[in-house]
């Protein structure tokens, strides 16, 4: 049987009810953030568009929708970085969605080879406007070997 998700119909019934409601953009997707399911470390953050979401609640492994590639993909098809289903949650007014993944393989979940796709941090205050600071600073992979000439997944 296919997922349908509900309409939106009331305030109270997206915020308080039962029925998956999802709200997706004027694009068709919606933001979902994804944080390893032992640690709560945020991995990375992507989108979905209703089939991704719908193979990612049937399947229990993650699906995304590539926004620069403009199509479907599973987490892992290619490099075997799985992201395996532990919870999906959904926020108050239900257009942002939250995975909480176990990752197979070597656990990494950016496609540049770091664990997390948040690798870096921002100076801010009195350090504003200094480089990036980097906070890991080993990769858990070598992306040449995972993915080869496997074109980029992100456009500039």
Known sequence: MELIFHPRTSVEQVEEGIALAPKFDAAGVIPAVTTDSATGELLMHAYMNAEALRLTIKTGEAHYWSRSRQCLWRKGATS????????????????CIWLRVEVAGTGASCHVGYWSCFYRAIPFGPES?????FRENSKTFDPQTVYGDAPNPTKL
């Open 80 to 95: 075997g970085l799985v992201q395996h289903i532990r919870e999906i949650r959904i926020d108050d007014d239900q257009d």
């Open 129 to 133: 406007g200094s480089p990036l600071v």
